[in-house]
């Protein structure tokens, strides 16, 4: 009796963390009714799995999870609403309220912008990193990632782990653009759909998420090698681990 106990109880845990993004499922699960719907950022109910103030993620204004597509962010922006933070990565971070670190000295050379190219790749190529490059080259990469998991569930329908992680996606972007205001720093226009390739097959699409979230992960740990605000390093440290769950749950598929 004290056996099977133990053994529902590990279950629910396990289940809890894999809802959660804290852990990821070994075997993908049919696609929920609700996931076929549509993920409007502004207008879906709060979600465990992704607590970000007013709704799930996802762009506003939209149908299906094909239908994503760039049709602008939820207003409700990162969890202000409700007092509730970004919780992809498990760990409690930064607000998302546009406030300076008042322990960090920004100076005219944090908003400088001189970028050796675009999202992870320009990052790791960057050998002169100033504050408004780690965050633009941040969200270009997470802008990019979701354009890319758009196209991929508009090629091959609603598959996880792409469903999920597509949410995950959209509230990364909110959590960044914050900061962008904060310091003053101006956010750069969204050229991920220009920018993303499509695949042939699903497993090329499984794949191109697992380099993705290598390079997203690289990135994330050369910002943070450098001098960075608290609010920003506390944002790039949960993103980077949020990528990590994303990483492994693309690799579960391989």
């Known amino acids: 009796m004290k056996q099977k106990l133990t053994i529902a109880l590990v279950a629910i845990l396990t289940f809890s963390l894999i809802l959660t993004g804290c ?13 076929a719907a549509g993920y409007g950022y502004a207008a879906r109910e709060s979600d465990d799995a992704y607590s970000y103030g007013g709704g799930r993620g996802g762009y506003a204004g939209r149908d299906t999870v094909a239908d994503i597509g760039n049709g602008g962010y939820g207003a409700s922006g990162n969890g202000n609403g409700s007092g509730v933070g970004y919780t992809d990565s498990c760990d409690p971070i930064y ?14 050379a944090d908003k400088a912008l001189s970028l050796a190219g675009y999202g992870s790749t320009g990052a790791l190529d960057d050998t002169s990193l100033t504050l408004a ?14 354009a890319e998991y758009d196209q991929i569930l508009s090629d091959f329908g609603s598959v996880r782990p792409f469903t999920n992680i597509i949410r995950a996606e959209s509230t990364h972007i909110e959590a960044l653009l914050p900061l962008f205001a904060a310091y003053g720093i101006t956010a750069p226009a969204d050229e991920g759909a220009d920018r993303a390739v499509s695949v042939t097959a699903l ?24 001098n960075l605000p ?25």
């Open 23 to 35: 852990a990821v499922s070994t075997a993908p699960a049919a696609t929920t009714a609700e996931e």
């Open 95 to 108: 607000d998302g309220s546009a406030t300076t670190d008042p322990n960090y000295s920004l100076t005219d």
């Open 133 to 146: 490059d780690m965050l633009t080259y941040a969200i270009q990469d997470e802008y990019l990632a979701y």
């Open 203 to 226: 497993t090329d699409a499984f794949q191109a998420g697992v380099t993705a979230e290598v390079n997203n992960i690289a990135m994330y740990e050369t910002f943070l090698d450098q």
């Open 230 to 254: 608290d609010n920003v390093r506390t944002v790039f440290e949960s993103l980077m681990r949020a990528s990590e769950n994303h990483l492994r749950a693309f690799q579960n598929q391989l």
